[in-house]
């Protein structure tokens, strides 16, 4: 995953707690300037480009984000990446799994002694460091702890009972040669039903799906598993946004005030807008922006209205249920493009899925049934075809209103 930095970024000195030395970590501080922290426990690969990422991802979601160098007592400033592998793999089997959790305590101390820092702390931790989040939860006074595909937890679940009701989620990649299935397993039966732990086993998934640009990357999985660690890390430690006051300020600059900077402003430094049916819309901030101001904002008829009619509000999503109405004065280039205007009205339940990143919109996905939308311009005939016009509308105000009318088979079920 990527990340546009929020913040200038900076190293800090941690200073081991057994009085050996000190050693380097990579800061990341949200937008805010000041938040709850999370100790970010690096791959074998080192303090490299993927985790100074993650770690300015994380402060782009509120967070004090802290990456401490794992491996400088064997050597400092490893930075490395996947085709370096037999090295990483070296320096894996040379590392002191012991003193690494101590390291992780001193890098929870630091962070708590910054003056950027505001609340709690947890860890997130990745392959090694997988299983040192979860050691972390078992062993330091971390607030939550959250592991993606842990090499050898399985060898430390006798220290389970220290969990106490700590929150931990396990990510497991189901096809982990890492963690055969014996090992998952184990880890499975040993942790299930325990208070605050939280397990899922990732089907198809191999080791490293987060990690963008691996070669086991898998998008699903990463997206399902980020959303909820961003969940367990809200839940524990914070920050919480007012999700809901953020979207509808957002929908007033575009369609009531229709200003496309207050709009831009209110989304990350990069956002995408997917229109699912008719895939308009634009990723990164100058296509986007492009899309408002040339293709959507002016593009929507005077009498445009959006009539609620449900709201999830999430850890890190809204999910909106509405009626989209409005009369075909215009072309509307983003959902009825090169048609020109055909003067009908139209209603239609549409669905936007709008995720965040801390304070700001991150991305929004846009469903809504275009069949229905071209019957009711006159530009697609329904005879035959299992598609309604605005009867579709109707029926989500009025759930009493005639079911199953394209079903030919209907009335043959009656009485049986």
């Not at 950027?116 to 997130?124: K, N, Q, T």
């Not at 078992?138 to 595909?149: F, K």
């Not at 809200?234 to 207050?262: I, M």
């Not at 009626?323 to 072309?331: A, D, K, Q, R």
């Amino acid at each position: 995953m990527s990340s546009t930095p929020s913040q200038p970024q900076r190293r800090v000195r941690i200073q081991a707690t057994d009085g050996s030395g000190a050693f380097d970590g990579y800061l990341a501080l949200p937008a805010a300037g000041r938040g709850p922290g999370i100790v970010i426990a690096q791959e074998i690969f080192g303090v490299n480009k993927t985790m100074r990422e993650l770690a300015d991802y994380y402060a782009e979601e509120g967070y004090v984000a802290l990456v401490p160098d794992l491996f400088w007592r064997q050597q400092p400033g490893i930075d490395i990446d996947e085709s370096q592998f037999d090295r990483a793999l070296a320096l894996y089997q040379g590392f002191d799994e012991a003193k690494g959790v101590e390291d992780i305590q001193a890098a929870l101390d630091t962070l708590r002694a910054l003056p950027e820092f505001a609340g709690r702390a947890g860890v997130l931790g990745f392959c090694l460091g997988g299983k040192l989040a979860y050691l972390a939860a078992c062993r330091t006074d971390c607030d939550v702890a959250v592991s993606y595909y842990g090499v050898g937890i399985e060898q430390a679940l006798g220290e389970a009972d220290r969990l106490g009701s700590k929150p931990l989620v396990l990510h497991i990649a189901e096809q982990d040669g890492f963690c055969p299935p014996e090992a998952r397993n184990a880890i499975l039966q040993a942790l299930q039903g325990r208070p605050g732990v939280e397990l899922y086993v990732y089907p198809g998934a191999d080791h490293a799906f987060a990690r963008t640009g691996s070669s086991h990357y898998h998008k699903p999985s990463a997206l399902m598993a980020h959303q909820r660690s961003i969940a367990a890390f809200r839940g524990t430690l914070g920050p919480h946004y007012d999700f809901s006051a953020l979207w509808d300020k957002h929908c007033e600059y575009e369609f009531a005030t229709r200003d496309v900077d207050a709009t831009m402003a209110t989304m990350v430094p990069e956002p995408y807008v997917n229109h699912i049916p008719t895939m308009t819309g634009g990723v990164g901030h100058a296509m986007l922006a492009r899309f408002y101001r040339h293709h959507f904002v002016d593009a929507n008829p005077p009498d445009t209205t959006l009539i609620p009619i449900s709201r999830t509000v999430g850890t890190s999503q809204i999910v909106d249920e509405m009626l989209f109405c409005f009369t075909h004065t215009c072309e509307i280039d983003w959902m009825l493009p090169g048609i020109a205007p055909t003067g009908k009205r139209v209603e239609v339940p549409l669905v936007a899925i709008v995720k965040f990143r801390g304070g700001k919109l991150y991305h929004e996905h846009i469903y809504w049934d275009q069949a229905s939308v071209l019957v009711q311009i006159g530009r697609l005939d329904p005879k035959g075809l299992p598609v309604a016009g605005v009867e579709t509308a109707r029926k989500l105000l009025d759930e009493h209103l005639p079911s199953n009318t394209l079903m030919a088979k209907w009335a043959t079920s009656e009485g049986r």
